[in-house]
């Protein structure tokens, strides 16, 4: 189900999910849809019932893993069900980056 998404000129997608997400921002909402990594920020598309893109970048943002969610400052994504993807590499890869910086 991945969408093309547009990316900056110095941005590159680093890992992908497709699956159930719970997103918490302020306001807790589930979506199903797909989940892009890239070097910048976590990015959410989904199509199904209503469409939703949302990008929660790094700059300068405490990232962090809880159990299974990924936090960017104060907001949260849980991976609630993976139907396409490696939850494992996802998250790895959103460990290293978070070491690199």
């Known amino acids: 189900m991945y969408k093309k998404i547009n990316l900056q000129e110095d941005e590159h997608v680093l890992s992908t999910l497709t699956g159930l997400l719970e997103i918490f921002d302020g306001v807790q909402n589930i979506y199903y849809g797909d989940l892009f990594l890239t070097n910048k920020r976590l990015y959410v598309v989904s199509t199904k019932l209503i469409n939703v893109e949302k990008s929660f970048w790094f700059n300068g943002e405490m990232r962090d893993?809880?159990?299974t969610a990924l936090i960017v400052g104060e907001r949260r994504?849980?991976?609630r069900w993976a139907y396409y993807g490696n939850l494992?590499?996802?998250i790895k890869a959103f460990?290293?980056?978070n070491v690199n910086v």
């Open 77 to 79: 994504i849980v991976v």
């Open 88 to 90: 494992l590499y996802f």
């Open 95 to 97: 460990q290293r980056l």
């Open 65 to 67: 893993i809880e159990h």
